[in-house]
């Protein structure tokens, strides 16, 4: 049976042989709903390095929609950030360190404030670790970048 409704829950049921990833199918379906966020608790964990890897992908699906999506597990907090300012409170980290890392090709203009090491229009390339492990320094921290898209990861250990 393809679809069945119990107790005001949905079900779907796929071939285990398809072309996306449950998770994948999760959140289109989600976005058939016209959420302004999407939480995945739980896509970052097991064995299976190649299904965290496609969940982080799939934060650039939720953004093409104009949707918020966070991945989310004990240890972390990963969004992906299109250009513009934005404000990260001591209050509201996720955990002590924030690292960003460019994806899908070159971010530009990195500005931090407030942050333990601080940028000024810096440019992040894939091949480089500059944006791993920084701290908030002042009760606000700002995140500025101009061009490209940037993975946000906040970690607590």
């Known amino acids: 049976e393809f679809f069945r409704k119990q107790a005001d829950v949905c079900f779907e049921q796929f ?12 959140v289109r379906r989600a976005l058939l709903f016209g959420p302004s966020r999407i939480d995945l608790a739980g896509a970052t964990g097991g064995n299976r390095i190649d299904h965290m890897l496609g969940n982080i992908q799939l934060l650039a699906l939720a953004l093409a929609e104009g949707v918020r999506m966070f991945l989310l597990d004990a240890h972390n907090r990963i ?5 513009g300012s934005y404000t990260v409170t001591k209050d509201g980290q996720y955990g002590d360190f924030i690292s960003l890392l460019p994806f899908g090709g070159t971010a ?3 500005t931090l404030r407030g942050m333990k090491y601080p940028l ?3 440019t992040l390339t894939e091949d480089i670790t ?7 320094a002042d009760e606000t921290a700002e995140l500025s970048f101009s061009e490209g ?3 946000m990861i906040e970690t607590r250990d």
């Open 15 to 26: 071939s285990a042989e398809k072309d996306w990833t449950d998770t994948e199918l999760a």
């Open 108 to 110: 530009y203009g990195v």
């Open 120 to 122: 000024n229009e810096a």
């Open 79 to 83: 969004r992906l950030l299109t250009p």
């Open 149 to 151: 898209k940037i993975l």
């Open 130 to 136: 500059l944006g791993i492990s920084n701290q908030i």
